[in-house]
C-alpha cells in the first residue's frame, strides 16, 4: 500500500503537471482554461479561429486578472455574466461597466453560435459601441432554454431584420456615404430613370463591399437541430463574439444561474472565481 504522505505527494505532482484537477477529477483534452468557483469547476476550450479573443482570455487569465471577480449577472435559462474588475471585493465601483482597459476587436463567425454552454464576450450596447467590439474582460457563459421550431423561426427572422437595419445604418452613417441620404432615389427614379440606375448600381457596389466586413446570418440544420434539442440563445447571434465553449462543467453553470437576482439580473450573492490556464 501507498502511504497517505506518498500518496499526497502523488497527487499533488499530477496537479501541478495538469494530468488531474482538484478533487481526484480529469481534465478534459480539450479543455484550455479551467474557472474555478464556490459551486464546482468549469472547463472551456477556447476557439483557434478566434484568435484575439482566445489570446486576450489567456493573457489576462495567466496574469490572474480574473481571480477574485465574479459572476454578477444572472439570468435563469439565459446567461451567466462575469470578469469585471469591479467585481473584486473592496471595489466601490457599480459592476458591469467595467474592464482592462482596452476592447478586443469583433471575431462573429457563424459557425459559432450561442448553443447550451458557449463561451462568448460582452459588450457596450449599439448606441456607443457601432463596431460591436467586445469588452476586454467581460465574459458570458450560455445557459440558454430548448426553442419550438415556430419561435426559433421568429428568432431567426427577428436577428436577420436587426443585423441588416444595423449594417444599412452604419454604411450610411460613413462620412463618404452621406450623399446617399441626400438623394430622393424614388423621385429620381420617376424623373431621371438612366440617372438612377447608375446611382442605384453604385450604391449596391458599395454597400455589398461593406456588407462583406460585418456577419452573415442563417441557422444550418445542425444550428437548428442544437436549439431545438439541447437549447440556447439565439436571440445573441451574429451580434456577439462567440470565442469557446463549456466542454465540462454545466452543471456548475446551472448551479450558478438558479442564485437570486434582481430584475437587471445582478447577483444578490455573486459567485467569486479564479481562471486558470491549463495548456
Same mark, same amino acid.
Given at each position: 500500500?501507498?502511504?497517505? =504522505?506518498?500518496?499526497?505527494?502523488?497527487?499533488?505532482?499530477?496537479?501541478?503537471?495538469?494530468?488531474?484537477?482538484?478533487?481526484?477529477? =480529469?481534465?478534459?483534452?480539450?479543455?484550455?482554461?479551467?474557472?474555478?468557483? !464556490?459551486?464546482?469547476?468549469?472547463?472551456?476550450?477556447?476557439?483557434?479561429?478566434?484568435?484575439?479573443?482566445?489570446?486576450?482570455?489567456?493573457?489576462?487569465?495567466?496574469?490572474?486578472?480574473?481571480?477574485?471577480?465574479?459572476?454578477?449577472?444572472?439570468?435563469?435559462?439565459?446567461?451567466?455574466?462575469?470578469?469585471?474588475?469591479? !467585481?473584486?471585493?473592496?471595489?466601490?465601483?457599480?459592476?458591469?461597466?467595467?474592464?482592462?482597459?482596452?476592447?478586443?476587436?469583433?471575431?462573429?463567425?457563424?459557425?459559432?453560435?450561442?448553443?447550451?454552454?458557449?463561451?462568448?464576450?460582452?459588450?457596450?450596447?449599439?448606441?456607443?459601441?457601432?463596431?460591436?467590439?467586445? !469588452?476586454? !474582460?467581460?465574459?458570458?457563459?450560455?445557459?440558454?432554454?430548448?426553442?419550438?421550431?415556430?419561435?426559433?423561426?421568429?428568432?431567426?427572422?427577428?436577428?436577420?431584420?436587426?443585423?441588416?437595419?444595423?449594417?444599412?445604418?452604419?454604411?450610411?452613417?460613413?462620412?463618404?456615404?452621406?450623399?446617399?441620404?441626400?438623394?430622393?432615389?424614388?423621385?429620381?427614379?420617376?424623373?431621371?430613370?438612366? =440617372?438612377?440606375?447608375?446611382?442605384?448600381?453604385?450604391?449596391?457596389?458599395?454597400?455589398? =463591399?461593406?456588407?462583406?466586413?460585418?456577419?452573415?446570418?442563417?441557422?444550418?440544420?445542425?444550428?437548428?437541430?442544437?436549439?431545438?434539442?439541447?437549447?440556447?440563445?439565439?436571440?445573441?447571434?451574429?451580434?456577439?463574439?462567440?470565442?469557446?465553449?463549456?466542454?465540462?462543467? *454545466?452543471?456548475?453553470?446551472?448551479?450558478?444561474?438558479?442564485?437570486?437576482?434582481?430584475?437587471?439580473?445582478?447577483?444578490?450573492?455573486?459567485?467569486? *472565481?479564479?481562471?486558470?490556464?491549463?495548456?
Amino acid at each position: 500500500m501507498i502511504s497517505s =504522505s506518498r500518496q499526497m505527494a502523488w497527487i499533488g505532482a499530477l496537479l501541478v503537471s495538469g494530468l488531474i484537477g482538484f478533487e481526484g477529477c =480529469s481534465v478534459p483534452e480539450k479543455a484550455d482554461v479551467v474557472v474555478r468557483t !464556490s459551486e464546482g469547476d468549469i472547463f472551456i476550450d477556447l476557439y483557434d479561429d478566434t484568435p484575439m479573443h482566445r489570446d486576450n482570455f489567456l493573457l489576462l487569465a495567466k496574469e490572474g486578472f480574473y481571480d477574485g471577480t465574479t459572476f454578477h449577472r444572472l439570468v435563469k435559462d439565459f446567461i451567466i455574466q462575469g470578469g469585471d474588475p469591479d !467585481s473584486k471585493s473592496g471595489s466601490k465601483k457599480d459592476v458591469g461597466m467595467g474592464g482592462p482597459g482596452w476592447v478586443v476587436e469583433r471575431e462573429i463567425l457563424p459557425q459559432h453560435f450561442h448553443k447550451r454552454g458557449a463561451v462568448a464576450a460582452a459588450r457596450m450596447p449599439d448606441l456607443v459601441n457601432p463596431e460591436w467590439q467586445s !469588452s476586454g !474582460s467581460q465574459f458570458y457563459i450560455v445557459q440558454g432554454q430548448i426553442w419550438d421550431e415556430t419561435t426559433l423561426a421568429q428568432i431567426e427572422q427577428s436577428v436577420q431584420t436587426k443585423l441588416d437595419a444595423h449594417i444599412r445604418q452604419q454604411f450610411e452613417a460613413r462620412p463618404e456615404n452621406q450623399w446617399i441620404r441626400t438623394i430622393n432615389m424614388v423621385e429620381l427614379q420617376a424623373s431621371k430613370p438612366d =440617372s438612377f440606375a447608375v446611382v442605384d448600381a453604385k450604391v449596391k457596389q458599395s454597400y455589398d =463591399s461593406f456588407r462583406k466586413k460585418w456577419p452573415e446570418y442563417k441557422l444550418t440544420s445542425d444550428q437548428r437541430a442544437a436549439y431545438l434539442k439541447s437549447g440556447g440563445a439565439p436571440e445573441l447571434d451574429a451580434m456577439y463574439t462567440v470565442f469557446g465553449e463549456v466542454v465540462e462543467g *454545466m452543471e456548475v453553470v446551472d448551479a450558478i444561474a438558479r442564485g437570486q437576482a434582481d430584475r437587471s439580473g445582478k447577483a444578490h450573492d455573486p459567485i467569486k *472565481m479564479t481562471v486558470e490556464v491549463l495548456k
